[in-house]
């Protein structure tokens, strides 16, 4: 596994960057959440992302993609993750998007995934309720069979860009009990279905984040997602991918705040001297430069372990983002630290990514939950 990046990789990660400061700076997020944006992103940039080919990545070639990996997509995420980029890359093309590339019939994958791919509709996955703490077989939403398909009645919680998206992707149970790993299904819901509400929440990064209701949802046997009752395994196949997406987006994070901090020791002065000079401070920065260069080696190493299609995958994913959920919190609680009075204030941008840590660590699992999957995975 050679944990380094070549030519055309190299190139990729330079584009996006570029891209992203030009378009998505820092201050972008800043905006969005002072003017209360009800959607979180912009349109318009998703469309240029699309046009970029970076929405392609992970799709076949029969589907329109270009049929790459993931050691590319967190190259993606990456540069978002540096400039806060709020753009639904993760919920749209890795979560859902991957779920109908890899469950989807032929009709609904061509009804649907060239607009996706197009950056002209925005798909998202339903699958977290209530009570659920990561476990994706604790679902209560219940699909009913019927002479014309099923009937879908629940709710589901912090659903990802889920206001305003074109559809979504909705885990029920059709058959078993809450918390059984089989009985699952997964449906393609259009955002005009009757029954479906959909209210816009505020959460702690200020993205964009809804809760779903359903009443009555009629859905036909057409927009069915991979297989009748074994929904679950498609479910965490995918949420794994979108682990790895979302490793490379905090790793993007915890390096412009280590870098952030860094500066800021360089340039403050005290007794008459930059305080970077002080040894106390030298050895914090140390570390935090160690945690995130481990973050970079434990994300690059799960990209590469989904593409070779490693047999320890999961090991990888977990260690990942156990590692990148403890690194993350560390150094920008480390940099707010650092930057004293100024790291306190909402002026400085800091507080952005010490919100936005805490948030990417509880989704798709925390670090405890990771660690207790590592230990699991291999038989502690």
């Known amino acids: 596994m050679e944990l380094v990046l070549n030519e055309e990789q190299t190139m990729l990660a330079q584009t996006v960057k570029n891209f992203i400061t030009d378009n998505s700076p820092i201050n972008r997020m800043r905006q969005l959440r002072d003017d209360k944006d009800m959607l979180g992103y912009s349109k318009d940039i998703w469309k240029q992302m699309a046009d970029l080919g970076w929405t392609a990545i992970l799709f076949s070639e029969a589907d329109g993609g270009l049929e790459l990996g993931m050691a590319e997509t967190v190259l993606v995420t990456e540069e978002m993750g540096r400039n806060l980029a709020p753009e639904p890359y993760i919920s749209s093309i890795v979560l859902a998007g991957q779920a109908l590339a890899k469950g989807g019939s032929k009709e609904l994958r061509e009804q649907w995934l060239g607009s996706v791919i197009a ?45 305003g998206a074109d559809a979504m992707i909705v885990s029920a149970r059709t058959s078993g009990n809450d918390g059984d790993a089989d009985g699952i299904t997964l449906f393609l819901v259009p955002r005009d279905a009757a029954g479906m509400t959909v ?95 481990l973050s970079r080696s434990v994300v690059m190493a799960a990209a590469r372990a989904v593409d070779e299609e490693n047999a320890g995958k999961e090991l990888f994913i977990s260690t990942a983002k156990a590692r990148c959920s403890d690194a993350y919190i560390a150094v920008t609680n480390e940099a707010v630290q650092i930057l004293g009075g100024n790291g306190m204030t909402d002026e400085e941008n800091i507080g952005f990514y010490m919100k936005r840590a805490r948030v990417a660590e509880m989704t798709f699992g925390d670090a405890t939950y990771h660690k207790d999957r590592f230990a699991t995975l291999k038989g502690y």
């Open 119 to 163: 950056g002209d509709a925005v798909l998202t996955v339903a699958y977290q309720e209530k009570g659920g703490r990561y476990d994706i077989t604790k679902i209560k939403t219940t699909a009913a069979k019927t002479a014309d398909g099923y009937v879908i009645n629940g709710e589901k919680v912090q659903v990802t860009d889920g206001y």
């Open 199 to 293: 209210t816009r929440q505020w959460r702690l990064d200020s993205r964009n984040v809804a809760l779903v209701a359903f009443k009555d949802v009629k859905v036909s046997e057409a927009n069915i997602v991979g297989t009748v009752d074994k929904g679950g395994q498609l479910l965490g196949q995918v949420i794994d991918l979108a682990t790895v997406a979302l490793c490379g987006e905090m790793l993007g994070g915890m390096n412009f705040a280590f870098n952030h901090m860094l500066a800021y020791m360089k340039e403050r002065v005290q007794f008459n001297v930059p305080i970077g000079s002080f040894q106390a401070l030298k050895h914090r920065a140390a570390k935090m430069y160690m945690e995130v260069e």
